[in-house]
Structure formats: structure tokens, C-alpha cells
């Protein structure tokens, strides 16, 4: 008998509902009967790049996501300009602003976020609007028709977008920002100054540090009004300063809501059978409001509802560009130079007119600002994202400013030829820089062509630069993989680069990891991944094929048709326990502990051959300090100590945490061990990951109980994955 398919609602058209589609498309199309409500009566569209319509450089057409027929074809019913107004949670069922009632399984709150309009007198008059939906931009176009100065109120990203936008329609524009600096949270003061000279020169015209106090005039608004007692004269006010959250409907369903709906790591909100994703979703108290972020929500919740529970979602490093001609800016991190950052790296070039300042806090690099020139952007972002070492920043940036470029390219031409073939382009879409130059090869002739293709740039756009310099460099036959990158051209420094993996491949041990997860977040198979990578063969070699398989496993890898299947690891782990004299305390109780942690932890692939040890002191000696992970019993408690090795130099383990039982500490030791094995490179001991991270920094992690039982929680359900079938001893699930 056919199982019943479930039924699955999904509550919002816009990006975030449209890419977990995409996603549980390619995981389990057969698994739900899907419907999804939108608001709007338009097809889903790109919202982020409504800005680059209004500034006249891409048409409608080129933002819409998915026609109907996409949905028609996929058996996914689409209800266009209907609302879903309630959910009945007990019941299950959802009413819509039809009087349609539809039943689900399993429900997915999309529905993104609104405007944020202040509650200052005399912002509900005719001629203030806001800049979000494509309605918008509709009143945009005829207030352009029927009056001369606009006024935005905001100088953040979207504010500058929508001034620029304004211009192109002929209006004056006017941007009104209560901070002194533009884009304060994402630039310097310096940034923001260099910013500010080239919109002036475009023709913006800026208020700045003004507060507004009320738009006026009397049933039309006619200007605005500040606590300074100052005044603007304006056609059209226009408000561009945040989004708030749809939560409403949520909250009338009893949801636990903050400043959006609060999910766990699974995009799971306080009903097991209600998700939600996008722009509506509270994480870890963060609420997203970019691309990437969503996307990647988006494919941890379809793998969810896919049934691999295994897969979470862990948070993002947003970043910020702004997609205005002229005026190239990119933000990444903590940049405000404020607290605690310090500079690690400025350059300032006046004849070209660039800038860039890199941050850091405690020996790593936390933010980056670069204006002018945004070609370094994706290898800061980079840098960023794995909490670099001022050491790799000196290597990455060890020939100071830029040199001239090579062969008469242009800086940006010059750095995307630099850029090696794994270098992620789009990281919206995870697509390298070889596969854009693929596509080319495949007969692509241009960057729309390249978008279709492989979806590079067809999100926030921020990337189209490069993908436009990428293609014409492919186009012209130039030989990129000879290009040194700019930033690294130095004549004093010589430019070394660490041996590759083996002879199938160019990248290094420690490139291996990161770009083997993008391609694994973007459900690419494993044999398309080694072409992707430039591998010399696609089942590898008996070198790499270890190192492919470990890095597979951890990211959970579908192995799609006939895609390579690599063997199991054989990496071990052994758990040793300290025997105690006849009758001392606790003989029997380590030796059950050690054999239940044992009996878990060697279910799971390790990067290298690991040892435990479990003491319950002196005079049950087990080895604890030179093993990879060490419990033992000392008069302040239970102490977890790791990083210790007998082989080859001595070195003694670290201490990271105390317990009060060896409950707690064997918890510990779980989140300990689920940190490295996401983190350490293949063949990487525990004591080089913990010098490489440092052992304060884990110290502090491991101090947090509610993320260190959430990380031995999640070994405990990836090692249930690779051996469902057996039942852990007792003593085990009472830890």
C-alpha cells in the first residue's frame, strides 16, 4: 500500500520560501503534498534587487524567482494574493483571507518582514512611503512623474539604494540620517567620508546627525521637520531605516516570539510541527535580514524535513555590499572601531581612491571595510568566518598595496584572474570561480548568461563585478592560472604556497575543508565536487581518498546516482580507564563511564587516531595528561583536560573546564570533541587544533553550559546516524 504523502503548507512566496523549495526538491520531492500562500499577487521576485529596477539597470523580468509553471510542474499548488490570516495549532489547519481552510503536517512560516515607518505625526499622509515590495517601486515611479525632491529617511544600504534609484528617475534626492557617519553599522568613519564625497558628486544631497520629528503638511505631506528646528521641503518622503518581522500571525498561534519567531538549530519553532525561515526567524537571539544567511536556513530546514535531522544550522557572518554604480563598498564583521578592535591593517590610496582597514580581538580578525576597490572582499570574508590569525592576515596581505596590475589589467581584472579555481564567487549560491569559467567554455557569453546557468550573481548581486570580470578574462583566452594575486605582489616578499594534498590536486590540507563544505551546502555530489576542484581524477587517490571521505562524512555528503562512494574511515579512538586498588573509590564506575564514551565517541570519522583516558585519581593512574582528551578526579571537581600526547615530543593536556560530576565533565569532553571533529583538518592532532584556536577561546566555549550540552547533544545524534542500529550501554544515557 503508497504511503501517504504529508502535507506540507508553506506560509510566504518570497526568497527564503522559494529556496527551501529549490532545496526540498532536490531532497524529497516526493515526500509532501506542498501548497504555498503568498501575499502578494505577483510571482515570487528578488527583493533584493528591486534597487538595481529603480535605478533602471536590470528589468523586472530578470528578478523573478520562479514562474507558475515552475510550480505547476513540480505538483506544488500556488495560492497568489491570499493571506493566510490564523493557524489552528491543535487542529493543524490554517485560514486564509479567501475563507480557504487547508490542513497540514507540517507547517513553514516564510513570511519575511515589512517596512519599519516610526511612529512620528503625520507618517500615514499620501506621499510617504516606504521601499520594499515592488508596489512600492510602482509608487516610486509615479511620484517621480508628479514631483521633483525626494526625501529618504536613512543612510544605510537600502536608503542610499532607493536615493540613487530616485536620481536615475530624475528627481532630486535628499537622504536625511540621524548618525553623522552614512552606513554607520557596517562602515569607519573614514569609509563612510569617501562614501559620502562620491554620492555628493552624483548629485545626493545629505542631512546628516538630523532627527525627525514630523513629516508636514496637511493631507498630502510636503517636507519634514527636525528636533533641531529645521526643515526639508519634499514631494515625496520615503523611509528606508530597518524591517520588522512579520511575527503576528505567530504569535496569535501561541508561538514563542522575541523580535521575531524564536527556532532552534533545526528551524524549529515551539510547535514541533511549525517552522519558520527567512527574515521571521529569531536564531540564537540573531535576526538575518541578508541573502546568504537565508539560504542556508533555507537548506538546513529542507534537509530537516527531508528526515536528516542531523544537519543544523549553526549561524552566519553576514556581510554587506552596496550595489550602487561608482560607489564599490564592502562590509564584513564588527568594523565600527569601537571597544575592543583594533586595527590590524589600513591602507588608504588618495589617487586611486580606495581604502581598506581590517579589525581584530584577541589575536583574530573580526571585521573588514574596503571601499573603492572590493576585489579582496570574498578572501576577508574568508578570514572573517573562520576567525583567522593575524598570521594568515600577514600571509594574505604581505605585499601591502596592491602593485600595478599584470598585462594591462585593470586592479579588478588583475584580482579575479588571481583568484584560485576553488575561490567561491557567489556565496549567495556557493559557485566557485571554476565553474563560472566552465560555464563560459560550455558557451556562455556573458554574465546574464552565467547567471542562468549557474545562478552566480542571480541573488544580492553584490558579486556581479567579479562575475563580469571572470567572464570576460575566459572570453579572451587569458591565461588567469599564471596571475599572482595583487594583493600579495610584492618584490621583497618571495610568495611561497604549501604542498597540495597529493598529485590530484593543487589545493593544500587546509583549503581542502572549506572548500569541500561549500560544495557540500550546495547538494553537490562528490564526483562533481573533485571536477569542480580541478581533481586530476574522480575517484581520487589512496593519499587524498582518506582525507575526501572524512570531509564527506562530516558534512554529511549525499552520495547522488553514480556519484563516487568513498570508503569508511578507519580512524580509531580508544577510551582507557584508570584501575583503582581493590576497593577503591570508584573502580567499577570509570571503567563503565570509559567504555560508554568509548562505545560512542569510535561511531564517528576522527581526523586522526585519538586516545581518552578516565581517572578517578592518583591512585587509579590512566594517563590522563598525555591523552588526546583527559577526565580525572581532583579535589576542585572533575577536570577535562585535552591536547596531551606521548608520541614524539611529550605534551601535557590543557585544562578547559571543571565539573562538579563526571556527568558534567564527560559532557564536556563530548562538546570538546564535537568542536574539533568539525573544525580540524584532516591528520591535525588535538593539540595543533588547540594551539591553532587557542585554548582561552575554547575555555570560554565550553564555559557557556547551554551551547556545551547543545554540542555533546549533537555528537550524540550524528554518532546515532552512522550506527543507528545500536543501542548505546546504560551507563551512557545516563550521561
Request: include cysteine.
Amino acid at each position: 500500500m503508497e504511503e501517504r504523502r504529508r502535507k506540507l503548507i508553506v506560509v510566504g512566496n518570497g526568497m527564503a520560501g522559494v529556496r527551501l523549495l529549490e532545496e526540498l526538491m532536490k531532497l524529497g520531492p516526493e515526500r509532501y503534498d506542498i501548497a504555498v500562500y503568498g501575499s502578494e499577487p505577483v510571482p515570487a521576485y528578488n527583493r533584493i534587487l528591486l534597487s538595481k529596477v529603480l535605478q533602471g539597470d536590470t528589468p523586472m523580468e530578470e528578478i523573478t524567482l520562479k514562474p507558475a509553471c515552475w510550480y505547476e510542474e513540480r505538483g506544488i499548488r500556488l495560492f497568489t494574493g491570499e493571506t493566510v490570516e490564523a493557524i489552528d495549532a491543535p487542529n493543524r489547519t490554517i485560514r486564509t483571507s479567501a475563507g480557504r481552510t487547508d490542513r497540514y503536517d507540517r507547517l513553514v512560516l516564510a513570511t519575511g518582514s515589512s517596512a519599519f515607518i516610526p511612529s512620528i505625526p503625520g507618517a500615514d499622509k499620501k506621499g510617504v512611503i516606504a521601499f520594499r515590495t515592488i508596489a512600492d517601486c510602482e509608487s516610486m515611479l509615479k511620484a517621480s512623474r508628479e514631483g521633483k525632491r525626494a526625501a529618504v529617511i536613512g543612510g544605510g544600504l537600502l536608503g542610499l539604494e532607493a536615493a540613487r534609484g530616485l536620481l536615475n528617475l530624475g528627481m532630486e534626492a535628499h537622504v536625511v540620517h540621524n548618525a553623522v557617519h552614512l552606513m554607520n553599522r557596517q562602515l569607519d568613519p573614514m569609509a563612510s567620508l569617501l562614501l559620502r564625497r562620491e554620492l555628493e558628486q552624483q548629485g545626493m544631497e545629505f542631512h546628516l546627525g538630523k532627527e525627525t520629528l514630523q513629516v508636514t503638511g496637511l493631507s498630502r505631506a510636503n517636507g519634514l521637520r527636525f528636533r533641531d528646528g529645521g526643515v526639508l521641503k519634499a514631494d515625496l518622503i520615503l523611509f528606508a531605516i530597518g524591517i520588522r518581522p512579520r511575527i503576528e500571525l505567530a504569535k496569535l498561534a501561541g508561538l514563542n516570539a522575541a523580535r521575531a519567531i524564536v527556532v532552534d538549530d533545526s528551524m524549529r519553532t515551539s510547535d514541533p510541527h511549525i517552522f519558520a525561515v527567512g527574515e521571521c526567524a529569531e536564531h540564537r537571539g540573531v535576526v538575518y535580514g541578508l541573502v546568504a544567511p537565508l539560504y542556508e536556513q533555507a537548506k538546513t530546514l529542507a534537509a530537516t524535513l527531508a528526515g536528516a535531522e542531523g544537519q543544523q544550522y549553526e549561524g552566519s557572518v553576514p556581510y554587506s555590499q552596496l550595489k550602487v554604480s561608482g560607489a564599490e563598498v564592502f562590509s564584513v564583521g564588527d568594523v565600527s572601531g569601537h571597544g575592543e578592535e583594533e586595527t590590524l591593517l589600513q591602507q588608504f590610496d588618495g589617487l586611486k581612491g580606495t581604502y581598506r582597514r581590517v579589525f581584530g580581538r584577541g589575536g583574530v580578525v573580526t571585521g573588514a571595510v574596503l571601499y573603492g576597490d572590493v576585489s579582496d572582499g570574498p578572501e576577508l570574508l574568508g578570514l572573517v568566518k573562520k576567525n583567522a590569525s593575524i598570521a594568515e592576515l600577514e600571509k594574505a596581505f604581505s605585499g601591502g598595496s596592491a602593485a600595478a596590475a599584470p598585462d594591462g589589467l585593470s586592479p579588478r581584472d588583475a584580482a579575479a584572474a588571481a583568484m584560485p579555481d576553488s575561490a567561491v564567487v557567489c556565496e549567495c549560491n556557493a559557485v566557485a570561480k571554476a565553474e563560472i569559467v566552465r560555464a563560459v567554455s560550455g558557451g556562455c557569453g556573458s554574465a546574464d548568461e552565467v547567471r542562468a546557468c549557474t545562478g552566480a550573481s542571480g541573488s544580492c548581486g553584490g558579486c556581479r563585478p567579479v562575475v563580469e570580470s571572470i567572464v570576460k578574462l575566459a572570453l579572451s583566452g587569458h591565461n588567469m592560472s599564471e596571475q599572482k594575486p595583487a594583493m600579495l605582489q610584492t618584490a621583497a616578499v618571495p610568495l611561497s604556497r604549501p604542498l597540495p594534498l597529493c598529485g590530484c590536486t593543487e589545493l593544500a590540507p587546509a583549503e581542502l575543508p572549506q572548500a569541500l563544505s561549500r560544495l557540500a551546502k550546495a547538494l553537490c555530489p562528490p564526483q562533481e565536487a573533485l571536477s569542480r576542484l580541478g581533481w586530476s581524477s574522480s575517484a581520487g587517490c589512496e593519499d587524498c581518498r582518506p582525507a575526501l571521505n572524512y570531509y564527506a562524512q562530516r558534512n554529511g555528503w549525499p552520495v547522488i546516482g553514480d556519484a563516487v562512494e568513498w570508503p569508511v574511515s578507519q580512524r580509531t579512538l580508544k577510551v582507557r580507564a584508570g584501575r583503582a586498588a581493590a576497593g577503591g573509590l570508584g573502580e567499577n564506575r570509570e571503567a563503565a563511564v570509559a567504555a560508554a564514551l568509548e562505545s560512542l565517541w569510535r561511531r564517528l570519522p576522527w581526523p586522526t587516531p585519538l586516545t581518552a583516558a578516565v581517572s578517578s585519581g592518583p591512585h587509579a593512574p590512566a594517563g590522563t595528561l598525555v591523552a588526546d582528551i583527559g577526565l580525572s578526579h581532583a579535589p576542585s571537581g572533575w577536570e577535562l583536560t585535552a591536547g596531551g600526547s606521548a608520541e614524539g615530543v611529550v605534551r601535557g593536556g590543557q585544562l578547559l573546564a571543571v565539573a562538579d560530576t563526571l556527568e558534567e565533565a564527560a559532557e564536556a569532553a563530548s562538546a570538546c570533541l564535537q568542536l574539533y571533529r568539525s573544525e580540524a583538518f584532516w591528520g591535525e592532532p588535538v593539540w595543533q587544533w588547540l594551539e591553532r584556536n587557542g585554548e582561552l577561546a575554547l575555555r570560554e566555549r565550553l564555559a557557556d553550559l547551554g551551547r556545551r550540552r547543545s554540542l555533546a547533544e549533537r555528537l550524540r545524534l550524528e554518532a546515532e546516524q552512522f550506527t543507528p542500529a545500536e543501542r548505546a550501554p546504560a551507563p551512557l544515557r545516563a550521561l
